[in-house]
């Protein structure tokens, strides 16, 4: 199959699975027991005559057919009109404007930094299997794992703030290009927590693939032709060992996503997952579709790029 | 990198002065008229007085408009926009003369016409505003001469008074009334304008130069949102808020006092197992005295909020606070329990099912625990079902439920409290789960008289009414907290949670 029919085939089941999350979520909020009605005024709700509750439901959009809704909110979608928030009443765009360079920052600092982790130590640890080395890079690997983010972050936040008086992301978040220093103390720390957690994943997979690859024919034949240590690590190791680490990474941005949403409450940035949190507190159902709808976007935009990439990287996935 | 090599970092970083820490941010001196962020889990959700219902939309809107009378820290009615006011025909009309020179932060003078529009767009359905039924009983709002306003009630009601205090009943121009930019432009007589609101992030308001009472000394006051308390305690410590209003007594203990002021107040709630009285075991009277006198109030208030708070009645503050808290078990009393599950013909005891919401009230879970054990001492059987909060609403809502665990708002006045539960014809008489007529006339009685003395033996009545028949167990009332910057001046935290931030108006930053 050309690389050109593999793109189209993989842009039709990405296509095809946001219909679906669209359709999960939306019956999912349904679901949930209250609305947000109940959401917005609480208990007080039942201090409200019928006329105002009529009143209120009105406003809120309370009480018509579910499929009514969901098709208004699918067509004003893609025709690039995400609704009004129920709560603050700005444009769900603007609100996601606003939120999601936050997130997309925050995650491409955590990949980045959780790639050069993971390679890192899983190049070092597989090119010295056995060896105090290898013990370090594993060490690595199980705290990254076994240390959840949401506790490494609390943990974080209470030495950095009470040793060192120090938590710039209490501040008033500063955009990239406004106070570019304030941004990246910002967003720094939080990144670090993502990506230990992600570098600990690729630090295994690498390690695995330059074990793999280095104890096959063609690299024990590259050693024996002489060829220099480095020029065998890079591109005889680490080159044959890439498939497996951008399927690793592929799959660790996806998650790396999800984690952004607790990671964010902790750091107080206001990117995606604190608009998710908040608007699922208050049934602010045309955020939550939304937002939802982007995180999965952004996963199977991932997948999509990591399926490109392997045609790229290894030729011999086109011939399938 | 590990954590231990990324706090090495930043000390680095510190050391070479490359990160600026804020750490002198606590005792940095601010410039007059400086800026003063609070940090709260909560956020702005609304600029409409009218409808509000989140207490912060209250604190915050709370600064920008006035009611015509307001709660002071003593929880006495006292002037506001209106400098006095007189009940006659038999308590079934109330006079008020508003104050003089008042301005709104559109520059215009504050008349009775403005008044007038403010509670008739209170009253009118499609505003929707949860305090309506405050001043429910008005037939008539109108103006008499520029600086009079005269409310009409249906009934001998001197309650009205006190509903009149809520920001739900906040006076705004007419002008603005009839244009229609309430729910997007605040225009208020208040200490601070409206500047700004980023959902779910920040609002902000600078002082009011117009303002009646004088130019508040601080210009700028932020409220920032913060999504848990232990970062907000982190953002105080590091300097960069000054005020942290936070709930759990366990984070303000992290916080050291020799840099911040720490001040809690009983806040204007109570603690509560509402009972539906109407079915199963809970119908009989003695069923619900058994559990009244085998619930240890202390060990529910130690193990929920660590012993801060108070044990209390019905009426948890104010000049008619019950006392003693229970009319048949002030205290825990196994033998009576046992007495009176035997009067019931339960003599094996009986078992039932709470309902509680740590969404709601996250030390709900802890205070159900507590029950459960003290309750399995005479034999009675409490199963907890905890609930997401919209669930525990919509069930609270329509009285699915066998037993609630509550916290709800209280108010000086009994009236106000408790006549939406128990009086003719209450809004929230299914989640109650309990009437009497003996209740609906107390509450009318309470309500109608004028005099003091004669209000204080109306309300005992009522509260030993309520607890005599333990129509629901009242439980405790808890601290709300700020902890304050030692470089504001003059900040103290209001036990009326819907005015907490009322001093700011005097503070000032050092």
Known sequence: MTLFLSIVRRAFSVLLTLWGVSVIVFVVLRLLPGNAVTAAVGVSEGLLTKAQLAALNHYYGVGQPAIQQYFSWLHATLTGNLGISLVSREAVSALIGASLPVTLELAIVSMILGVLIGVGFGMWSGLHPGRWQDDV????????LAIPSFILGTVLVVILSTKFHYFPSSKTFAGLFTNPWLNIQQIIFPALVLSLGVGAAILRTTRAAVLEVSGLNFARTALGKGVSRSAFIWRHLFLNA???????????????????????????????????????????????????????????????LVDVAYNVIDPRTRKR | MTSAAVVASVVALIATGVIDTGASGATRPHAAGGTLIIGTTNSVQKIDPDVVTNFLDFEALGLIYQTLVQENAKLQIVADLATSWAFSNGNKTLTLQLRQGVKFDDGSTM?????????????????????????????????????????????????????????????????????GTIATTPDGTGPYE?????????????????????????????????????SIAAALQAGTIQIGLLSQPTVVKTIPSSSFNKQSVLDLSYRALMLQDKKGPLKNVNARRAIACATNRQQILQDAVFGDGKIVGPVPLGPYATSP???????????????????????????????????????????????????????????IQNLASNAYIQDWLNGKFQAAFAENGADPDPYVMYGRYFGAGADLAVPAGYSSKSLEQELLAGDENSTAAGQAKDWKTLNNDLTGNAVWIWLFDSNDYAVVAKSVKGFTLSPVNTTQLSSLANASLS
């Open chain 2, 111 to 179: 008349t009775s016409a403005d008044v007038v529009a403010s509670l008739q767009r209170a009253q009118a359905s499609a505003t929707a505003d949860p305090s309506a039924s405050f001043i429910g009983s008005v037939t008539n709002i109108a103006a008499s001469g520029p600086n009079t306003v005269v409310l009409t009630m249906s009934h001998p009601d001197v309650s009205v008074l006190e509903g009149l205090a809520t920001v739900n009943l906040a006076i705004m121009p007419a002008a603005a009334i009839t244009a």
């Open chain 2, 325 to 383: 808290v229970s009319a048949i078990c002030p205290t825990t009393n196994d033998a009576k329990a046992k007495a009176y599950l035997k009067a019931a013909g339960m003599s094996k005891g009986f078992s039932f099912t709470a309902i509680t919401s740590t969404d709601l009230d996250s030390t709900s879970a802890a205070q159900a625990v507590a029950m459960q054990s003290e309750l399995a001492k005479v034999g009675i059987k409490m199963n």
């Open chain 1, 137 to 144: 890079g594993q060490t690595v690997s199980v705290m990254g």
């Open chain 1, 242 to 304: 890439l498939t497996a680490v951008v399927t690793m990474s592929g799959i660790q941005l996806g998650y790396l996503l999800g984690g952004t949403v607790i990671i964010e409450q902790i750091f107080i940035l206001p990117g995606m997952g604190r608009l998710l949190i908040t608007s699922i507190n208050n049934r602010d159902f045309p955020v939550v579709q939304s937002v939802t709808l982007i995180f999965a976007a952004g996963f199977v935009l991932v997948n999509l």
């Open chain 2, 194 to 230: 409206y500047s700004s609101l980023v959902a779910n992030t920040s609002f902000t308001m600078t002082a009011n130069p117009n303002y009646w009472g004088g130019k508040p000394s601080i210009g700028t006051v932020e409220l920032e949102t913060i999504p848990t308390e232990q």
